[in-house]
């Protein structure tokens, strides 16, 4: 019988799991269906409902630089619904081929049912990111389109 996550423990296998890319293992900490949005997105990409769509959303492009990146400065609040976690991160590392460092925090609200991530509502500094991964240009020029 294997043992069922607990929310903090599904946490922490998603953030340590893209620290260290671990891309293929991710989408099983999901749901078959589930609701997954990025409300500081400011392109505004629709919600993540299933685990393909997850699967795909995970799927390593081999575009943009590599990034050397740990999960740090955790802390995982409890709600009063069992389910429920709230947890604050941020990934701190370099760009591997500038060497450039970075910070990026984040903030997850997560539901997770029986080991599962049902819901999650991640924010993030999608600028930051963009940057971080080479493609602030292409963010404005979204920006600009839209």
């Known amino acids: 019988m294997t043992q069922v996550l607990s929310p903090s423990e599904v946490f922490l296998a998603l953030v340590n799991g893209v620290a ?30 299933t685990r393909d769509e997850l699967r795909e959303h995970f799927r390593p492009t081999g575009e943009g ?34 060497g450039e460092p970075f910070a990026l925090p984040g903030v997850f609200v997560l539901r997770v049912r029986n080991g599962e991530i049902v819901s999650s509502r991640d924010y993030f500094d999608h600028v930051t990111a963009a940057r971080v991964r080479g493609r602030l240009d292409a963010l404005v020029e979204a920006l600009d389109r839209s």
Not at 68 to 74: F, H, K, L, P, Q
Not at 80 to 90: G, K, R
């Open 20 to 49: 260290e890319g671990r891309w293929h293992e991710l989408p099983d900490l999901y749901a078959e269906q589930t609701h997954v949005v990025h409300p500081f997105d400011p392109l505004r990409a629709a919600a993540l409902r």
């Open 65 to 98: 630089p590599r990034l050397d990146r740990v999960a740090t400065n955790i802390t995982i609040h409890e709600t009063t619904d069992p389910e429920v976690i709230v947890a604050e991160f941020e990934y701190r590392g370099t760009v591997v081929e500038t």
